[in-house]
């Protein structure tokens, strides 16, 4: 069966890799997976087509057969469950992978996307600043301890699993503001997974659509 996922038709981050739909197709490149992408604008983001796969009208969604998932979170367990590459055999090491995809998403990455409101959402509110300040300290006080616990290791824990891959995803959103180069290890850790083959196919399929030219504005008509 063809796996098909969803994608922004025009990327915000304009094909950097900090989309969400890079941490799906980097899952299924690491499995050895083909798939097809679905490009979404955000106008049909919001109409029940797509409302169908994923209520809250976001992307990516994944569909195989009759099932239909959204949330990334979802989809690359369901990928590394199904598929060989993304989870370790021993029943103990896998149980850890999982514990640190929820670890990802669930503990590191909600103040790290609490810059991207207070820079893009919030940026004009006088407090601006302050506020800023608070939500990188809450940042720092959950990048220092998991750099602690990865200290000179390569990976989380042992080999390479799905939750280095969710969370070198996230802690590439830090990129832009600077504090991921204030913990080396990490910042290497990262630099880590985005040399992997599969990652260097995910980005590259990403950001060759962003880098062709826009499709052309629907014409209107003048009666």
Do not use: C
Not at 14 to 41: C, N
Not at 104 to 127: C, R, Y
Not at 156 to 184: C, H, K, Q, T, W
Not at 211 to 221: K, T
Request: proline share 8%; charged share 20%; net charge neutral.
């Amino acid at each position: 069966m063809t796996i098909t996922i969803t994608a922004f038709e025009r990327s915000p981050d304009g094909g950097k890799g900090l989309a969400r739909d890079t941490r799906v197709r980097w899952a299924l490149e690491e499995a050895g997976q083909p798939y097809e992408v679905r490009l979404v604008s955000f106008r049909a983001m919001k109409e029940a087509a797509h409302l169908a796969l994923h209520p809250f009208g976001q992307i990516p969604t994944f569909e195989e057969g009759e099932l239909a998932l959204f949330e990334t979170g979802a989809i690359v367990l369901h990928i590394a469950e199904r598929h060989p590459g993304l989870f370790p055999a021993d029943a103990n090491a896998r149980a850890r992978a999982v514990m640190w995809m929820f670890a990802a998403l669930n503990t590191v990455e909600p103040p790290i996307l609490e810059i991207v409101t207070v820079k893009f959402v919030e940026g004009d509110k006088p407090w601006k600043a302050e506020r800023l300040s608070l939500v990188e300290d809450r940042v720092r006080a959950r990048l220092t301890p998991l750099a602690a616990r990865l200290g000179d290791a390569e990976w989380l824990d042992g080999g390479f699993s799905a939750g280095d891959l969710l969370m070198v995803s996230v802690l590439l959103r830090l990129r832009p503001s600077g504090l991921l180069n204030e913990f080396p290890s990490l910042a290497a850790y990262v630099a880590r997974g985005e040399a992997r083959p599969a990652y260097q196919r995910a980005f590259a399929a990403q950001l060759a659509i962003n880098a062709a030219p826009a499709p052309p504005a629907p014409l209107l008509s003048a009666g």
